[in-house]
């Protein structure tokens, strides 16, 4: 089963910016999409962004403009930068696998963001 190992999450200032990355233990290409989620305290996870095989990317009304995903295929990695970052971004954020276009089937561990003065 394939792993993976989201970082780069941190105690941030409001806005400032982070990247976050999410590395495949075998190779996207063999993969439909792959995206990020996000978690508040006591929130539901919720969709953040996705980008598929193709390189075209999707993201949730609330974060377009701020948020760019990108990949690289060489890496097996997916990026997720952050920028204008507010308090209400502070979250667990979940990198997840869509292998056949019908929705996230694996996940990462999940990597914590804070945005904080």
């Known amino acids: 089963q394939v792993q993976l190992a989201e970082s780069g999450g941190a105690l941030v200032h409001p806005g400032g910016s982070l990247r976050l990355s999410c590395a495949a233990s075998e190779s996207i290409d063999n993969f439909y999409a792959m995206g990020w989620y996000r978690q508040a305290p006591g929130e539901q996870r919720e969709f953040v962004a996705n980008i598929n095989r193709y390189n075209r990317s999707n993201y949730a009304h609330s974060f377009e403009g701020r948020f760019t995903i990108s990949r690289d295929d060489i890496e097996n990695t997916v990026y997720l930068q952050m920028n204008n970052l507010k308090s209400e971004d502070t979250a667990v954020y979940y990198c997840?696998?869509?292998?056949?276009?019908?929705?996230?089937?694996?996940w990462g561990q999940g990597t914590q963001v804070t945005v904080s003065s």
């Open positions: 997840n696998i869509d292998p056949h276009n019908t929705g996230p089937a694996y």
